[in-house]
């Protein structure tokens, strides 16, 4: 690995490694759009981060953060954001703009 903790923040968690010992911490599907969301965590990196798969033709935003506030932000439909560092309990979030109608969504607090 190579950051830990708050050294990870904005860091991408393949090139550092980090995805190497990471662990789903908690997860929602969307069936309507087929995407699969979870918020990642590496406990040897201390670091969290959201994956998507890779669905479908939405388009939105897919976010991790510690509520209330989301540290790091991609498009969907993607892979992954960039590292927040783990201080439990971090959220992944889905805003979907595009098919209208589908509610933005997070994994449980």
Do not use: H
């Not at 979870?38 to 510690?66: F, H, I, K």
């Not at 209330?68 to 590292?83: C, D, E, K, N, W």
């Amino acid at each position: 690995m190579t950051c830990n903790g708050s050294s990870c923040f904005g860091q991408d968690p393949i090139a550092t490694g980090c995805a190497n010992d990471a662990q789903t911490y908690k997860s929602f599907y969307l069936q309507n759009i087929d995407l699969y969301v979870e918020a990642r965590w590496s406990p040897a990196c201390n670091a969290a981060w959201a994956r998507a798969s890779t669905c479908c033709n939405a388009q939105g935003t897919l976010s991790v953060g510690q509520p209330p506030q989301l540290g790091q932000s991609t498009s969907i439909p993607s892979g992954y954001t960039r590292m927040i560092v783990w201080a439990g309990g971090p959220r992944a979030c889905v805003i979907v703009t595009d098919p209208p109608g589908i509610p933005n969504t997070c994994t449980p607090a």
